[in-house]
């Protein structure tokens, strides 16, 4: 199964769930979706509205919202990956 969204469908649904502040708006939304039980190996595409939907070009490109769901980014001088902490949605 293949999800798309948009950047303003990700946005929604974190305001939702009340997840705020995140450095990786993509990575939280895949965290949301597995707990909510979608099939962690789901296809993510994501879209701009107005860029791409139309042309089907996506910007971005999700391969498995497992492994995305695994990732915390944090932003300072040079970015680094790490599995999320516990509490992190």
């Known amino acids: 199964m293949d999800l798309q969204v948009t950047f303003e469908d ?3 649904a974190l ?3 009340k997840v705020y502040n995140t450095n990786s708006e993509v990575c939280s939304y895949c965290r949301l979706l597995v707990k909510e039980g979608v099939d962690p190996n ?3 595409y994501v879209y701009r509205p107005g860029i791409g939907m139309d042309d089907n ?4 490109i999700v391969s498995g919202i497992g492994k995305a769901a695994e990732l915390t980014i944090k932003n300072d001088r040079y970015v680094t990956y790490s599995k999320p902490e516990t509490n992190a949605i």
């Open 15 to 17: 305001k939702k769930a």
């Open 57 to 60: 070009n996506p910007v971005l």
């Open 10 to 12: 990700i946005d929604k």
């Open 42 to 44: 789901t296809k993510l």
